[in-house]
Protein backbone atom coordinates (compact mmCIF):
# COMPACT_ATOMS: atom_id res chain seq x y z
CA UNK A 1 0.00 0.00 0.00
CA UNK A 2 1.20 3.34 -0.74
CA UNK A 3 0.41 5.88 1.37
CA UNK A 4 0.63 9.25 0.25
CA UNK A 5 0.60 12.02 3.61
CA UNK A 6 0.96 15.60 3.18
CA UNK A 7 1.03 18.05 5.65
CA UNK A 8 -1.53 20.77 7.19
CA UNK A 9 -1.52 24.11 5.41
CA UNK A 10 0.54 27.08 7.07
CA UNK A 11 -2.34 29.26 6.67
CA UNK A 12 -5.66 28.38 5.60
CA UNK A 13 -9.25 28.74 7.54
CA UNK A 14 -11.17 26.89 10.12
CA UNK A 15 -12.49 23.90 8.06
CA UNK A 16 -9.89 23.29 5.72
CA UNK A 17 -7.20 23.54 8.62
CA UNK A 18 -9.08 20.72 10.25
CA UNK A 19 -9.96 18.92 7.13
CA UNK A 20 -6.15 18.71 6.79
CA UNK A 21 -5.08 17.58 9.91
CA UNK A 22 -7.77 14.77 9.99
CA UNK A 23 -6.33 13.19 6.79
CA UNK A 24 -2.86 13.98 8.24
CA UNK A 25 -3.55 11.59 11.15
CA UNK A 26 -5.73 8.86 9.06
CA UNK A 27 -2.44 8.56 6.79
CA UNK A 28 -0.27 8.11 9.67
CA UNK A 29 -2.29 5.32 10.88
CA UNK A 30 -2.00 3.87 7.69
CA UNK A 31 1.35 4.71 7.55
CA UNK A 32 2.22 2.49 10.27
CA UNK A 33 0.40 -0.16 9.08
CA UNK A 34 1.83 -0.24 5.56
CA UNK A 35 3.50 -3.10 4.14
CA UNK A 36 2.81 -5.54 7.21
CA UNK A 37 1.09 -9.20 7.01
CA UNK A 38 -1.65 -10.30 8.52
CA UNK A 39 0.46 -11.82 11.41
CA UNK A 40 2.41 -8.57 12.09
CA UNK A 41 -1.02 -6.54 12.52
CA UNK A 42 -1.88 -9.02 14.80
CA UNK A 43 1.07 -9.41 16.81
CA UNK A 44 0.26 -7.64 20.50
CA UNK A 45 1.87 -5.14 22.63
CA UNK A 46 3.23 -6.37 25.35
CA UNK A 47 1.06 -8.62 28.28
CA UNK A 48 -1.61 -7.81 28.95
CA UNK A 49 -2.06 -5.95 26.75
CA UNK A 50 -3.88 -7.57 23.57
CA UNK A 51 -4.03 -3.84 21.35
CA UNK A 52 -2.56 -4.55 18.03
CA UNK A 53 -2.81 -2.88 14.67
CA UNK A 54 -5.43 -4.97 13.25
CA UNK A 55 -7.46 -4.16 16.10
CA UNK A 56 -6.49 -0.32 15.79
CA UNK A 57 -7.75 -0.21 12.16
CA UNK A 58 -10.94 -2.09 13.26
CA UNK A 59 -11.74 0.35 15.93
CA UNK A 60 -11.07 3.34 13.87
CA UNK A 61 -13.28 2.43 10.77
CA UNK A 62 -15.85 1.52 13.98
CA UNK A 63 -15.14 5.28 15.03
CA UNK A 64 -15.51 7.26 11.61
CA UNK A 65 -18.93 5.22 11.11
CA UNK A 66 -19.73 6.31 13.89
CA UNK A 67 -18.99 9.54 14.43
CA UNK A 68 -19.69 10.94 10.61
CA UNK A 69 -22.51 8.24 9.87
CA UNK A 70 -24.62 8.24 12.64
CA UNK A 71 -24.36 10.90 14.87
CA UNK A 72 -24.13 13.80 12.05
CA UNK A 73 -25.40 12.20 9.20
CA UNK A 74 -28.28 10.46 11.43
CA UNK A 75 -27.80 7.12 9.29
CA UNK A 76 -29.34 3.89 11.40
CA UNK A 77 -26.46 1.80 10.37
CA UNK A 78 -24.89 -1.01 13.33
CA UNK A 79 -21.78 -0.98 14.47
CA UNK A 80 -19.49 -2.69 11.82
CA UNK A 81 -17.68 -5.72 14.09
CA UNK A 82 -19.84 -6.42 16.75
CA UNK A 83 -23.53 -7.40 16.49
CA UNK A 84 -24.21 -6.42 20.02
CA UNK A 85 -23.20 -3.00 19.90
CA UNK A 86 -19.81 -3.44 22.10
CA UNK A 87 -17.23 -0.87 20.65
CA UNK A 88 -14.77 -2.96 22.32
CA UNK A 89 -14.98 -5.45 19.83
CA UNK A 90 -13.77 -4.03 17.04
CA UNK A 91 -10.35 -4.25 18.82
CA UNK A 92 -10.20 -8.12 18.35
CA UNK A 93 -8.37 -8.66 15.40
CA UNK A 94 -9.72 -12.48 15.09
CA UNK A 95 -12.30 -12.06 12.73
CA UNK A 96 -10.72 -10.32 9.92
CA UNK A 97 -7.49 -10.18 7.44
CA UNK A 98 -5.53 -6.85 7.10
CA UNK A 99 -6.65 -6.33 3.59
CA UNK A 100 -10.63 -6.55 4.99
CA UNK A 101 -9.51 -4.13 7.65
CA UNK A 102 -7.84 -1.53 5.36
CA UNK A 103 -11.18 -1.85 3.00
CA UNK A 104 -13.47 -1.69 5.26
CA UNK A 105 -11.48 1.84 7.34
CA UNK A 106 -10.89 3.31 3.75
CA UNK A 107 -14.77 2.70 2.76
CA UNK A 108 -15.71 4.54 6.47
CA UNK A 109 -13.04 7.42 5.65
CA UNK A 110 -15.14 8.13 2.14
CA UNK A 111 -17.74 8.44 3.76
CA UNK A 112 -16.92 10.47 6.50
CA UNK A 113 -14.92 12.84 3.84
CA UNK A 114 -18.25 13.16 2.06
CA UNK A 115 -20.43 14.05 4.99
CA UNK A 116 -18.19 16.23 6.08
CA UNK A 117 -17.70 18.33 2.68
CA UNK A 118 -21.08 18.37 2.19
CA UNK A 119 -22.25 19.41 5.79
CA UNK A 120 -23.18 23.21 5.13
CA UNK A 121 -20.62 24.46 8.06
CA UNK A 122 -19.08 23.27 10.82
CA UNK A 123 -21.73 24.59 12.84
CA UNK A 124 -24.40 21.57 11.70
CA UNK A 125 -25.22 19.40 14.44
CA UNK A 126 -26.00 15.66 14.77
CA UNK A 127 -27.53 13.50 17.92
CA UNK A 128 -25.21 11.59 20.10
CA UNK A 129 -27.08 9.17 21.32
CA UNK A 130 -24.49 7.82 24.41
CA UNK A 131 -23.95 11.29 25.30
CA UNK A 132 -27.72 12.38 24.84
CA UNK A 133 -26.28 15.55 23.30
CA UNK A 134 -26.20 17.42 20.37
CA UNK A 135 -22.78 17.85 18.55
CA UNK A 136 -21.54 20.22 15.86
CA UNK A 137 -19.82 18.80 13.10
CA UNK A 138 -16.75 21.13 14.37
CA UNK A 139 -16.25 18.80 17.97
CA UNK A 140 -16.89 16.03 15.55
CA UNK A 141 -13.69 16.94 13.64
CA UNK A 142 -11.84 17.74 16.71
CA UNK A 143 -12.45 14.99 18.67
CA UNK A 144 -11.53 12.35 15.64
CA UNK A 145 -7.93 14.13 15.30
CA UNK A 146 -7.56 13.21 18.92
CA UNK A 147 -8.72 10.32 18.57
CA UNK A 148 -6.28 9.41 16.30
CA UNK A 149 -3.35 11.59 17.49
CA UNK A 150 -4.20 9.38 20.49
CA UNK A 151 -4.07 5.92 18.60
CA UNK A 152 -1.53 6.64 16.13
CA UNK A 153 0.85 6.99 19.39
CA UNK A 154 0.05 3.59 20.00
CA UNK A 155 0.49 2.30 16.69
CA UNK A 156 4.18 3.94 17.02
CA UNK A 157 4.94 1.32 19.52
CA UNK A 158 3.63 -1.72 18.08
CA UNK A 159 4.98 -0.96 14.71
CA UNK A 160 8.51 -0.43 16.73
CA UNK A 161 7.98 -3.90 18.44
CA UNK A 162 6.56 -5.70 15.19
CA UNK A 163 9.86 -4.64 12.66
CA UNK A 164 11.60 -1.88 14.76
CA UNK A 165 10.55 0.74 12.00
CA UNK A 166 10.31 4.10 14.22
CA UNK A 167 9.45 7.73 13.12
CA UNK A 168 6.80 8.38 9.63
Not at 26 to 35: H, I, P
Not at 97 to 107: L, P
Not at 113 to 119: D, K, Q, S, V
Request: glycine share 8%; aromatic share 8%.
Amino acid sequence: MDVERIGPPLRAGERETLRAFLDFHRATLAMKCAGLDDDELRRRSMPPSTLTLLGLLRHLAEVERTWFRRVIDGEDVPLIWSETGDFQEAYDPGGSTGAEAFEVWQREVEHSRRIEREAESLDVTGHNARWGEDVSLRLVMLHMMHEYARHNGHADFLREGVDGAVGV
